[in-house]
Every structure is written in C-alpha cells, then in structure tokens.
C-alpha cells in the first residue's frame, strides 16, 4: 500500500462512520414511506449524490457506484410518478393481465400439485404392494430355510441314534465277550481246582498207602528180631 493511500483509507472508514446516521434514517424512516413520494425520492436522490460524489473523490468506486445508482433510482422513480397518470389505462389492462396470468398460474399449480398427489399414491401403492410381496417372498424362504434346518437336523438325529445304536451294540458285544471270557476263565479254574483236588486225594491215597507199608515192612522187621 502507497503513502498516498493511506489518508483516503482513513477518509472512507470516517465516511461510513458519518454515513451511519443518514443510513440508520434510510432504513428506519425513510424506508416506510412510499416509494414514489416526493421527500423520500428527494432524500434518496441526495444521498445518493453525496455517495457518488464522496466515492468519485476518495476513490471509492463501490460507493461511487452505489451513490450513481440510487440517484438513477430515484430520478427514474421520480420519472415514473409524473407518468403515472398517463399510464393509468395501461395498468390496469396490465393488471388484468397479470390478474388473468396469476389465476393462470394457481390454476396450474393446482393441477400440477393434485398430479403430484396422485403420482405420491400411486408411488406408495407400489411401496406397499412390493413390500407385501417381498415380506411374502422373505416369509416363504424363511418357511424354506426352517424345512432344510430341520430336514438336516433330522437326518442329523437320525444319524446320532444309528451311531448310538451301534456303539450300544459294540459295547453289549463287548460285555457278551467278556461274560463269556469270564465264564470260561471260572470254568477253567473250577476245572483247576477239581483236578488239583483230584491229585491232592491221589497224593493223601498215595502216602496212605506208602504209611500202611512202612509200618508193614517195621512190623515184619520186627518179628524177625
């Protein structure tokens, strides 16, 4: 930024301050009044002027541009009022057309909008029915996935019980095998044991025997002495 342009930066930023006062009545006073009366056009004319006039020096081309075009405003305004009565005629045809333009216009919003109505029903109808059918479709694979689930958990018990069937056979099998086992070996023990008891009388008959003939042979030693 130049040296020369610093002052005129200080001269906008004291314009907006000063201006705040003209604005504030612009917005708050004038702003009510109609937009063709005189004072409120002679207000805004000047205003408008000083803007452009104060933008042109300090070159500010915002504000000179704004001054120039509420002056344009105000001076076409201005203009307008004196045609008015002139344009009288013309505004009212106008108006009726516009008034026709406008009933035009609501008549075909009407439409446009019951239209839009109709197509939103006939949109959720065809929601609805598609939601139907695919909460049908979504029960009949839901039926279809339970029939496999339980087909498969059939054959699944079913199997279960043959594998138990055949253990259960396997194990009586076993205890039939080691019944028999064990009815063989009390068998063969008691065999043993009648054997055992054979040989031991055997044995007792034997030493009876060899007794009797020792005390035989003592006895005829005996008397031979």
């Given amino acids: 930024m130049s040296v020369t342009a610093i002052p005129f930066a200080v001269l906008r930023f004291n314009y907006r301050i000063a201006r705040f006062p003209l604005q504030l009545i612009e917005d708050q006073v004038v702003a ?8 409120r056009l002679f207000y805004e004319r000047s205003l408008g002027a000083l803007d452009a006039t104060v933008g ?8 000179a541009k704004r001054g120039a ?16 009565a002139q344009a009288a005629a013309k505004r009212e045809a106008a108006d009726a057309e516009l ?8 008549a075909e919003q009407k439409e ?21 059918e695919a909460e049908k479709t979504a029960a009949e694979r839901t ?3 339970k029939k496999q689930a339980d087909e498969v958990a059939a054959q699944r018990k079913k199997s279960v019980d043959a ?15 080691a019944t028999a086992a064990a009815a063989a070996k009390k ?17 007792d008959r034997v030493e009876k025997l060899a007794d009797a003939e020792k005390e035989k042979r003592q006895a005829e030693r005996a008397d031979k002495a």
């Fill in 69 to 84: 075009a509420l002056t344009e405003r105000s001076e076409a305004l201005a203009k307008a009022a004196e045609l008015d």
């Fill in 56 to 63: 042109g020096v300090l070159g500010d081309a915002t504000l």
């Fill in 112 to 132: 446009a909008r019951e239209a839009k109505e109709q197509e939103v029903a006939d949109a959720r109808q065809t929601a609805e029915q598609r939601k139907q």
């Fill in 99 to 106: 008034k026709a333009k406008r009933e035009k216009a609501v």
């Fill in 143 to 145: 039926a279809a996935a």
């Fill in 32 to 39: 009510k009044w109609d937009a063709e009366a005189p004072a």
């Fill in 187 to 203: 068998k063969d023990a008691a065999a043993k044991r009648d054997d055992a008891a054979a040989t031991r009388a055997q044995a």
């Fill in 163 to 177: 594998a138990k069937r055949d253990e259960q056979a396997k194990i009586r099998a076993a205890e039939h095998q």
